[in-house]
C-alpha cells in the first residue's frame, strides 16, 4: 500500500528500477492462492507484519499485524481487514513437523517456523477459516518500516487515549502529533490500558499504514530525487513479496489511482473470551457475512450495512 502511495512519482519507470531491492519468495500455500490474477476483477492480498529481532529463531519470531487487503473491481477502493492476533482458529498441518490444531492465529506462523515458511501457513489457515484465496502477499518487517518513517521526516498520528508503553515507558497524551519511526511503531504496537485493547491496536495499525501513505504522497518526494532513493530503497529492504506471477511494475501501475482518502479501515466482527484460563478472540457469528462479500466482490454493501466495525482512515 505504500508503495502504491509512493507511485505518483512515475510508477512503471521506478517500480522497474527498485524491482530488485524486494526479495521475492512464495509466500502463500499452494491452496490459498489464486490459480490466476486478474487485475481487472479486484485483488486480495495478504499483509503480515513481523517483528522479528536479531537473532531470533524462528520459532521465536510472531506476527505483529495480519491484514487481508481487498481491493473491490474498479481498483477505487481499499480495505484493510485486520485479523486479531489471539483469533481462535483450527491450524491446519505443515507438512514438516507441525500436526495441526487448535490454536491463536498468531501461533500459525510460529509453527510455521516464521519468515516465508510462517507466512505459508498463515495463509493455509486464513483459507481453510475464510473461503478467500490470495492474489498475492507481502512480509513486512517493522523494524525496516521504522527507517522508512524516518526517511520520510516522521509522520502524524492522532492519539485519542493517552497510554504508556509497555515496551519503553514512553507516555502518548491525547492530540495529534508528529513521531519519529521509533515512536510510530511503538505506538502502534501498544494494546494494553486501551479503552478497546487488541481493536484499538489494529485501529492504530490501520492509522499507522495511512499516515505513511499520506506522507509519502507529499510533493517534496517529487520533487527530491536523492531522498526519493532513499526512500523507495528502504521500503523494498523491509518487504517480501510473492505477487502470483503479476510483475510488480504491473501491480503499482493497476494501483496508480487508488486515493488515500478511499481507504477504509475494517475489524472482523468478533469478541474476546476467555478458554481454560487464556484469552482469546472468537468470531461474531462467523463473522458475520464478512468473508462471503470479500468473496463475492460485496464488500461496500457490507461496510455500509455493518458500520460499527468499519471507519475511515
Request: charged share 25%; aromatic share 6%; with cysteine.
Amino acid at each position: 500500500m505504500l508503495l502504491a502511495g509512493l507511485a505518483v512519482v512515475g510508477v512503471r519507470l521506478l517500480a522497474h528500477r527498485y524491482d530488485r531491492t524486494v526479495s521475492k519468495e512464495q509466500l502463500l500455500s499452494p491452496d490459498a492462492r489464486q490459480a490466476r490474477t486478474d487485475l481487472d476483477t479486484g485483488i486480495n492480498y495478504l499483509i503480515v507484519g513481523s517483528d522479528r529481532r536479531p537473532g531470533a529463531a524462528g520459532a521465536d519470531q510472531r506476527s505483529d499485524t495480519i491484514l487481508i487487503v481487498h481491493v473491490p473491481p474498479g481498483l477505487r477502493q481499499a480495505y484493510l481487514i485486520s485479523v486479531p492476533r489471539d483469533l481462535l482458529v483450527a491450524i491446519p498441518p505443515d507438512g514438516v513437523g507441525y500436526a495441526g490444531g487448535q490454536d491463536k492465529i498468531n501461533a500459525a506462523y510460529e509453527h510455521g517456523g516464521g519468515g516465508e515458511g510462517g507466512t505459508r501457513l498463515l495463509s493455509a489457515t486464513l483459507t481453510r477459516l475464510t473461503g478467500i484465496r490470495f492474489d498475492g502477499a507481502a512480509l513486512v518487517d517493522f523494524a525496516g518500516f521504522r527507517r522508512v518513517i524516518d526517511l520520510l521526516g516522521g509522520i502524524r498520528m492522532c492519539v485519542d487515549t493517552e497510554v504508556r508503553s509497555i515496551h519503553t515507558g514512553v507516555v502518548f497524551p491525547v492530540g495529534c502529533q508528529q513521531m519519529d519511526g521509533a515512536r510510530a511503531l511503538d505506538y502502534a504496537r501498544q494494546r494494553y490500558d486501551l479503552p478497546n485493547g487488541d481493536y484499538d491496536r489494529q485501529r492504530h495499525q490501520q492509522q499507522m499504514l495511512r499516515a505513511m501513505m499520506d506522507r509519502a504522497g507529499e510533493t517534496h518526494l517529487r520533487t527530491d530525487p536523492v531522498q526519493l532513493d532513499r526512500v523507495l530503497r528502504a521500503v523494498g529492504s523491509a518487504l517480501t513479496v510473492d505477487t502470483n506471477g503479476v510483475p510488480l511494475d504491473e501491480l503499482l501501475f493497476a494501483l496508480r489511482s487508488l486515493p488515500a482518502d478511499a481507504l477504509r479501515g475494517v475489524q472482523l466482527p468478533s469478541y474476546p473470551q476467555t478458554i481454560d484460563g487464556v484469552s482469546y478472540v472468537v468470531l461474531d457469528n462467523g463473522g458475520g457475512g464478512l468473508f462471503e462479500a470479500v468473496r463475492t466482490d460485496r464488500l461496500p454493501d457490507w461496510s455500509r450495512a455493518n458500520p460499527r466495525w468499519v471507519n475511515r482512515l
